[in-house]
């Protein structure tokens, strides 16, 4: 499915003096084998660059804002995304990689409470019923599923801890407690954010999944909110890997000297199906 996805931003200066000398950092996708990125058109222009674990960023110099007035940059993709099955592709997996995820991509991190008793009792009868890492992620997958009750969007984030005793939770939940029953057994996790698009006239879902490492198999997508294990279609965006950390903001705005007021900062994004010839 060929994309046009546009997005604008908008600082708004709230306060009383002047924004000078501003910076923004601005997330617009990042590294997936479903998602081929064929242009970036960014206004003003700005410098895109690839950060940590794969995330592409534009750095966008803001002008002075004076109080009340606002500045609006605009970022233009267009991309191309293919259902893609991950587990129809093997691969070899060199034993320091895993070494290496395993010393990366198992810590405890906020949202990821590897240390809480409930889900360590979880993991260590999930563990006992499965022989190896793959049939451990499937169940730790079935698990969430039957676990937290899919609801809309909620206004926080709470975790996994609270997940699993709340027992309801949107796509967030469904991904961190994932993340955060693998990572207790020290296999591999990390969150991706993103948008699911339905078409149409629909406005694109913000949304988040996992991805599990898996020897023979590498980085797979696991999407426990909608049920997929291994397999992306192309209605997926993806935003931002969260792994290293456990949350990276869309946009981050820095400013020299002191406001009365933080600005406040705002995003659109909107998705258009392109036919053969559109750009």
């Given at each position: 499915?060929?994309?046009?996805?546009?997005?604008?931003?908008?600082?708004?200066?709230?306060?009383?003096?002047?924004?000078?000398?501003?910076?923004?950092?601005?997330?617009?996708?990042?590294?997936?084998?479903?998602?081929?990125?064929?242009?970036?058109?960014?206004?003003?222009?700005?410098?895109?660059?690839?950060?940590?674990?794969?995330?592409?960023?534009?750095?966008?110099?803001?002008?002075?804002?004076?109080?009340?007035?606002?500045?609006?940059?605009?970022?233009?993709?267009?991309?191309?995304?293919?259902?893609?099955?991950?587990?129809?592709?093997?691969?070899?997996?060199?034993?320091?990689?895993?070494?290496?995820?395993?010393?990366?991509?198992?810590?405890?991190?906020?949202?990821?409470?590897?240390?809480?008793?409930?889900?360590?009792?979880?993991?260590?009868?999930?563990?006992?019923?499965?022989?190896?890492?793959?049939?451990?992620?499937?169940?730790?997958?079935?698990?969430?599923?039957?676990?937290?009750?899919?609801?809309?969007?909620?206004?926080?984030?709470?975790?996994?801890?609270?997940?699993?005793?709340?027992?309801?939770?949107?796509?967030?939940?469904?991904?961190?407690?994932?993340?955060?029953?693998?990572?207790?057994?020290?296999?591999?996790?990390?969150?991706?954010?993103?948008?699911?698009?339905?078409?149409?006239?629909?406005?694109?879902?913000?949304?988040?999944?996992?991805?599990?490492?898996?020897?023979?198999?590498?980085?797979?997508?696991?999407?426990?909110?909608l049920g997929n294990f291994g397999?992306?279609?192309?209605?997926?965006?993806?935003?931002?890997?969260?792994?290293?950390?456990?949350?990276?903001?869309?946009?981050?705005?820095?400013?020299?000297?002191?406001?009365?007021?933080?600005?406040?900062?705002?995003?659109?994004?909107?998705?258009?199906?392109?036919?053969?010839?559109?750009?």
């Amino acid at each position: 499915m060929r994309l046009r996805i546009d997005m604008q931003a908008d600082i708004h200066n709230r306060g009383t003096t002047k924004l000078k000398r501003g910076l923004m950092t601005w997330h617009l996708f990042t590294g997936s084998d479903n998602l081929f990125v064929e242009m970036i058109d960014v206004f003003p222009p700005a410098k895109v660059t690839e950060r940590a674990e794969q995330n592409m960023v534009a750095v966008i110099k803001v002008p002075e804002i004076n109080p009340g007035e606002s500045f609006s940059p605009t970022v233009i993709l267009r991309i191309d995304t293919t259902r893609r099955d991950w587990l129809m592709e093997p691969q070899s997996t060199p034993q320091q990689m895993i070494t290496q995820n395993k010393g990366t991509y198992c810590a405890l991190q906020k949202y990821w409470e590897i240390d809480d008793e409930i889900i360590q009792e979880m993991s260590e009868r999930m563990a006992e019923r499965t022989g190896d890492d793959e049939s451990y992620a499937r169940l730790a997958f079935d698990i969430v599923r039957d676990t937290v009750k899919l609801k809309t969007h909620l206004d926080e984030r709470i975790g996994a801890a609270r997940a699993v005793r709340e027992k309801e939770g949107d796509c967030d939940e469904h991904a961190d407690l994932f993340i955060t029953l693998l990572r207790t057994v020290k296999i591999p996790a990390r969150r991706v954010v993103g948008h699911f698009y339905r078409g149409g006239k629909t406005e694109p879902e913000p949304h988040a999944w996992s991805e599990v490492f898996l020897e023979r198999k590498g980085w797979i997508p696991v999407d426990a909110a909608l049920g997929n294990f291994g397999i992306l279609s192309e209605n997926y965006f993806s935003r931002i890997r969260e792994g290293l950390v456990s949350e990276r903001p869309t946009l981050k705005l820095k400013w020299s000297g002191i406001a009365t007021e933080a600005p406040s900062v705002e995003e659109e994004v909107k998705m258009t199906i392109l036919e053969n010839g559109e750009s």
